[in-house]
Nanobody, 128 residues
Framework: QVQLQESGPGLAKPSQTLSLTCLVS??????????WSWIRQSPGKGLEWVGAISYLGVSFGSPALKSRTSISRDTSKNQFTLELTSVTPEDTAVYYC????????????????????WGKGTLVTVSS
């Protein structure tokens, strides 16, 4: 059974860098042909794809956030990490990690229809 678990600080201050980690169990993040994604949902809004890293280790971010996002992985720990720089209160959201089939992903994003396993999500509040 594949499971994903997000971890990170629940609170960040404006202008700080937010770092969230997704620990994966039951599957390897190097397994063909999956992309490991970050998605968020701000209060009162829909789901927003943030970025992903492929089974080959290639990462890409949302065009709207690209300059602020960095996604990396640690294959020895079977986990991947999102870093979001210069956060503002608008980055307040529940952040989810999810596994997506490569066929549902392009450099512009991953379609939620192709995400078959999700973490429970972690709330991040950006406030001074």
């Amino acid at each position: 059974q594949v499971q994903l678990q997000e971890s990170g600080p629940g609170l960040a201050k404006p202008s700080q860098t937010l770092s969230l980690t997704c620990l994966v169990s039951g599957a390897s993040i190097t397994t063909n042909y999956y992309y490991w994604s970050w998605i968020r949902q701000s209060p009162g809004k829909g789901l927003e794809w943030v970025g992903a890293i492929s089974y080959l280790g290639v990462s890409f971010g949302s065009p709207a956030l690209k300059s602020r996002t960095s996604i990396s992985r640690d294959t020895s720990k079977n986990q991947f990490t999102l870093e979001l720089t210069s956060v503002t209160p608008e980055d307040t959201a529940v952040y989810y990690c999810a596994r997506a089939l490569a066929s549902y992903c392009t450099t512009l994003g991953c379609n939620e229809d192709g995400m078959d396993v999700w973490g429970k999500g972690t709330l991040v509040t950006v406030s001074s």
